[in-house]
């Protein structure tokens, strides 16, 4: 019993732990912790306007995909589209600043590749939204993991998730 409380608090204790400071002196990463079902990433910080705000909000990918119909780009040759659906559940008094956030992704053959075009997003229920990213991928390849950085100093976060098989 002794031993599964100590490995249970040990578990604890990594989970809430942060991603350290930034080599600059500035404000460090968001908290993140990753679980088998998505990340983590949450964050007090205060806004432009002086405001406190607190995020913390579960990152999952649900799903990888064709996009179902005509792309907002166009594609170089040699390469296909493929969405990731981003489920993005906010448990934290303010929502995840999607505007922040840029995508790169990792493709099943190791090659990195950024974000094409962003889908509307669609609203699955209370604080739960679904946001397709679509990607540029070498034909036949598929995404092996998501990336998610800030793009404004006020909170850098950044998150690796696992992105799911496309579906048979």
Known sequence: MRAAAAV???VLAAGTAGCGGSDD??????TTTTAAAGTTVAERYTDATGAAREVDTQLTVVAQHPPPGQLPVSLPAGRDAVIADLQ????????????WARFSA????GATVR????????RVRDGVQIVP?????????????LRVRSIVALWP???????PPPAP
């Open 115 to 122: 974000e094409a075009f962003r889908l509307a997003p669609r």
């Open 8 to 10: 249970i608090a040990a």
């Open 133 to 145: 990213i679509g990607f540029a991928v070498t034909k036949g390849d598929d995404l092996a993991t």
């Open 25 to 30: 002196g500035g404000t460090a990463p968001a």
């Open 106 to 109: 990792r493709t099943t053959s």
């Open 157 to 163: 976060f950044r998150a690796r998730l696992p992105v």
């Open 88 to 99: 993005i559940e906010d448990r934290g008094d303010d929502p995840f600043p999607l505007q």
